[in-house]
């Protein structure tokens, strides 16, 4: 299928990957927005959703089926020739962890610059994720805020500090947006930086569109992608 990322390993090399993890439960329009809006800022190559089996930070919540979800993804980024969906933690639900993801996905794209999509709430969360000190060092990192979400950073260690690049109030204008912040995309022994990006508006919460669909709430069609809409609709998700 053309929207794994697997297939993508013999083209790879010396290209600019972003991986966003997470349950997509369902897809909306939030999530869409943060992989275009990031193509454009990053000059990334490709934008991969990464769907989990069961996040292992949610475990008291029962998602949707990782068929369906996988399905709506598909059905949201159609088209899109540079969005990819890959599908390696659904098909390994034993490593549930952002670390094992990471070093099997450095493994599979060894010659590409890899960086790794959260949310705000992610972020503040980042201390309770396994290994988290090597999360966040083993590859770029993108933080994308929300509205609404506080971003803070005296809960990450001075040498994690250090590595934060802030983009917040700029925008791109031509370039990477590391030439924002007076980096050189091009430089090989840049070291892997944790960039705070503003440039996504979204503050749509999946939570949140779980309930409307479940109390029968108008409005919620028009959060989420038309073609995921209708497959929550035709097999009755989140009732």
């Known amino acids: 299928m053309r929207k794994k990322a697997g297939q993508m390993s013999d083209r790879s090399a010396n290209r600019k990957i972003a991986f966003f993890g997470g349950s997509f439960d369902p897809v909306h329009s939030g999530h869409i927005e943060i992989a275009k809006v990031l193509l454009n800022e990053f000059d990334l190559d490709v934008f991969v959703f990464v769907p989990a089996f069961h996040a292992p930070h949610k475990r008291e919540f029962e998602p949707a089926s990782p068929y369906h979800r996988f399905a709506m993804l598909a059905l949201a980024t159609d088209g899109m020739e540079d969005i990819g969906i890959s599908t390696i933690e659904l098909e390994d639900p034993d490593s549930p962890y952002t670390i094992e993801t ?17 949310g705000a709430d992610s972020w503040m969360e980042i201390t309770t994720w396994r290994l988290w000190e090597d999360v966040l060092t083993s590859t770029n990192i993108i933080v994308v805020t929300r509205p609404g979400v506080e971003i803070a950073f005296s809960h990450v260690t001075d040498e ?27 430089d090989s022994d840049r070291s892997l930086s944790i960039y705070i990006t503003d440039s996504v508006n979204a503050n749509v919460s999946a939570t949140a569109l779980r309930k409307s669909i479940r109390d029968s709430e108008d409005g919620w069609t028009k959060l989420v992608p038309a073609p995921a809409a209708r497959h929550i609709v035709k097999y009755g998700l989140y009732r």
Do not use: C, N, Q, W
């Open 102 to 118: 990471m070093e099997k996905v450095k493994v599979k794209f060894p010659d590409t610059e890899i960086f790794f999509v959260i």
């Open 160 to 186: 994690i500090r250090e590595r934060i690049v802030d983009l917040r109030g700029r925008r791109k204008t031509g370039g990477a947006a590391y030439d924002s912040a007076g980096e050189d995309p091009d």
